[in-house]
């Protein structure tokens, strides 16, 4: 596929040369009909906004990207709300990259936190302290089957990190399979389970990692069905089986299995890892029945399943608690970040008392996993889910959501694609529908600008950065649904002209 591609700077930070945005008077207008909150920020008294632009330059890693061509300076944060330093409000769609789950210093998680700080911040698991008993009980009681035994760490790359050396210690195998546009981290590790080029640096990583073709209904070799209640433009080229399995999920495993046969030594599997949805790909879903042949034919070889459960987990899909869970499949090792903490750093591995057990042949140790802060959030965090149902709001108004964004796709002929499943959606910004060709980076960089001229703030994914990410903290309301599609209305029927 031929395009204007995007680095992962260019993705980013578009400071560098001005992208069109959205009429000033327009956008006014617009931002004027953001649902009400009677939250008001505290003033703001730090650095300068030039002062701040300039340590940014000098004194972080330039590696630091910043989103929009005129960053934003964030200064305060209430449930689905941002707020920059002048006061002004957004409306927060993508939750600090999935990781606000019930809402930007959400009063319950807050006074958990602060609660456990009087009391004790740190001693390391060396010594018994309540909460992270407490906690891991709790945790587990939320997955099925045998997955009872919890590592805690601090981000979705340790997450990753430790599964894969789990894997590879329990079945004394090396080789590991992940898809192809999935991100599983970028530590150097897991750089190799990341297939994404635009992730990737020229040292040596990936040793002993294979990358299967990736299972896509919209860009895929074969289409597919997905479970969503929008389907893909492609969904023709396949057909629903008897049990609700599409024609082309059994194409994709046949790739898979090609994988396994020619470049995995035979019998010498130790990992299939997988995302449910896949997140910095672009929201991407696999054909109904993909998951549950994979996990089969991997098992087969005698490898673990592993699944990702990052940006998935904790309710945010509806229907089910956990993504996979919506696949019909247990997995042997499942990770977990982000939403577990409501932006705490806190991740997590969760496994089978038979696989935990070839952890205890050497010392492994985290100095800051499951330490009383984060055990105290993670365990406030599952209160709340349950006090809040976010869930459930999930599950009700993702459909809403996605209803709502599939007539911006009949209506807007940049909009190529849109899908997902409770409150993790996503679309395409295309060039031509039927090609599926991404749009060029000014083009897309004006759509994002806008609706962040509006007040709405979205994110970025996809190889070439054509896909918008809509993954908000799961406490928004109908209002901000509607809200947001006038946006989109406003910002794409500018842009369409």
């Not at 990992?271 to 042949?293: C, D, H, N, R, W």
């Not at 993702?398 to 190529?416: D, E, N, T, V």
């Not at 007040?455 to 509607?482: A, F, N, S, W």
């Amino acid at each position: 596929m031929q395009c204007a591609r995007l680095t992962r700077h260019s993705l980013c930070n578009g400071a560098k040369r001005s992208m069109g945005s959205l009429a000033e008077g327009t956008a006014a207008r617009v931002a004027a009909g953001m649902p009400s909150c009677d939250y008001k920020p505290s003033p703001y008294k730090g650095l300068s906004y030039d002062e701040m632009r300039r340590v940014r330059r000098d004194n972080l890693s330039p590696s630091l990207s910043t989103y929009y061509s005129e960053p934003l300076l964030i200064h305060e944060g209430h449930m689905q709300w941002l707020f920059d330093h002048t006061g002004r409000r957004f409306l927060d769609l993508f939750g600090g990259i999935v990781t606000v789950s019930l809402g930007h210093c959400h009063p319950k998680v807050r006074e958990a936190a602060e609660e456990q700080m009087r009391k004790l911040w740190h001693t390391t698991n060396i010594y018994m302290h309540p909460k992270i008993h407490e906690y891991a009980e709790r945790l587990t009681q939320t997955l099925p089957g045998d997955l009872k035994v919890v590592y805690f760490v601090n981000s979705g790359s340790e997450a990753n990190d430790l599964a894969m050396m789990m894997a590879r210690l329990y079945t004394q195998a090396f080789d590991i399979v992940a898809l192809r546009n999935a991100y599983h981290g970028a530590s150097p590790y897991t750089a190799g389970l990341t297939a994404h080029s635009t992730w990737k640096f020229p040292y040596a990583n990936g040793f002993g990692i294979h990358n299967a073709a990736n299972p896509d209904p919209y860009l895929g070799l074969w289409g597919g069905h997905r479970d969503s209640v929008v389907q893909s433009v492609r969904a023709g080229e396949s057909q629903l089986l008897e049990g609700g399995e599409c024609s082309s999920a059994q194409k994709y495993v046949d790739q898979l299995e090609e994988v396994l046969t020619y470049s995995i030594p035979r019998g010498r599997l130790a990992a299939f890892f997988a995302e449910s949805i896949q997140g910095v790909g672009g929201t991407v879903q696999y054909p109904l029945g993909y998951l549950k042949k994979a996990f089969e034919l991997v098992r087969k070889h005698g490898g673990l399943c592993v699944s990702d459960e990052v940006q998935t987990g904790f309710g945010r899909t509806g229907d089910h608690f956990w993504g996979f869970e919506c696949h019909g499949v247990v997995p042997d090792i499942v990770t977990m970040a982000k939403g577990i903490g409501n932006g705490f750093p806190l991740a997590a591995v969760v496994t089978t008392p038979t696989v935990a057990s070839t952890m205890s042949k050497a010392l492994h140790f985290n100095t800051y996993g499951g330490n009383p802060i984060a055990s105290a959030v993670g365990i406030s965090v599952l209160d709340t889910m349950d006090e809040d149902q976010t869930q459930r709001n999930c599950r009700e108004l993702g459909p809403y959501f996605l209803s709502r964004l599939a007539a911006l796709r009949a209506r807007y002929p940049i909009i190529g694609d849109v899908r997902g499943k409770g409150l993790m959606l996503g679309g395409d910004i295309v060039e031509d529908k039927d090609t599926r060709k991404p749009h060029h980076a000014e083009r897309i960089m004006e759509v994002w600008n806008g609706l962040k001229d509006c007040g709405v703030l979205v994110g970025r994914g996809g190889h070439y950065g054509q896909v918008l990410r809509i993954k908000p903290p799961m406490c928004i309301t109908k209002e901000d649904i509607d809200f947001t599609i006038e946006a989109f209305q406003e910002v794409l029927g500018q842009v369409c002209e």
